[in-house]
T-cell receptor, first 110, second 113 residues
Framework: GEDVEQSLFLSVREGDSSVINCTYTDSSSTYLYWYKQEPGAGLQLLTYIFSNMDMKQDQRLTVLLNKKDKHLSLRIADTQTGDSAIYFC??????????FGTGTRLQVFP | NAGVTQTPKFQVLKTGQSMTLQCAQDMNHNSMYWYRQDPGMGLRLIYYSASEGTTDKGEVPNGYNVSRLNKREFSLRLESAAPSQTSVYFCASDESGGIDEQFFGPGTRLTVL
């Protein structure tokens, strides 16, 4: 994932909000995604946003996209211990392939 | 529906040995993918198949071969395993690539000694 960068770790207290950040380099990306990987499992799609949108909200999840700065963020409200996982952002350019970031390990402590 | 299944779950090889990782999906998806996951490097695409009968190289294809046996199955072969191929391997599939959600298998953890 050299085109998509994320910080490796984030630690938050249960009940607080988590914000996971991602930067990408290709301004022609059409869709941007957030995937979640729980321990010992494959990735599962959490949410996605079209590149012509600034924000998307889905229950506890809020995705913000700043195209000018090529910055994507995922906010998880009221973070729970079950949210502990690795979160990957990914970009797509209307091709067959996704480009994944390095992943951010979210740890939620009581 | 089982989704995407992979076998085996774990494998230990000696340098130079060969093996094939199996992947199957029951969602009638056209596109299938093989990724490897290494600490601090995220997922890197090894090979993909946009449709039955076609395969293309991804970011890190060296040392691997693939076969799209039919629409359901996509296998990954290591002809002569090297320690650098120690990794977790994921198979994924989607309807037609691009914007579609990719569905992932549970992964194969491979160690090459």
């Amino acid at each position: 994932g050299e085109d998509v960068e994320q910080s490796l770790f984030l630690s938050v207290r249960e009940g607080d909000s988590s914000v996971i950040n991602c930067t990408y380099t290709d301004s022609s990306s059409t869709y941007l995604y957030w995937y979640k990987q729980e321990p010992g499992a494959g990735l599962q799609l959490l949410t996605y946003i079209f590149s012509n949108m600034d924000m998307k909200q889905d229950q506890r999840l809020t995705v913000l996209l700043n195209k000018k700065d090529k910055h994507l963020s995922l906010r998880i409200a009221d973070t729970q211990t079950g949210d502990s996982a690795i979160y990957f952002c990914a970009e797509s350019k209307n091709t067959d392939k996704l480009i994944f970031g390095t992943g951010t390990r979210l740890q939620v402590f009581p | 529906n089982a989704g995407v299944t992979q076998t085996p779950k774990f494998q230990v090889l000696k340098t130079g040995q060969s093996m094939t990782l199996q992947c199957a999906q029951d969602m009638n998806h056209n596109s299938m993918y093989w990724y490897r996951q290494d600490p601090g490097m995220g997922l890197r695409l090894i090979y993909y198949s946009a449709s039955e009968g076609t395969t293309d190289k991804g970011e890190v294809p060296n040392g691997y071969n693939v076969s799209r046996l039919n629409k359901r199955e996509f296998s990954l072969r290591l002809e002569s395993a090297a320690p650098s191929q120690t990794s977790v391997y994921f198979c994924a599939s989607d309807e037609s690539g691009g914007i579609d959600e990719q569905f992932f298998g549970p992964g194969t953890r491979l160690t090459v000694l």
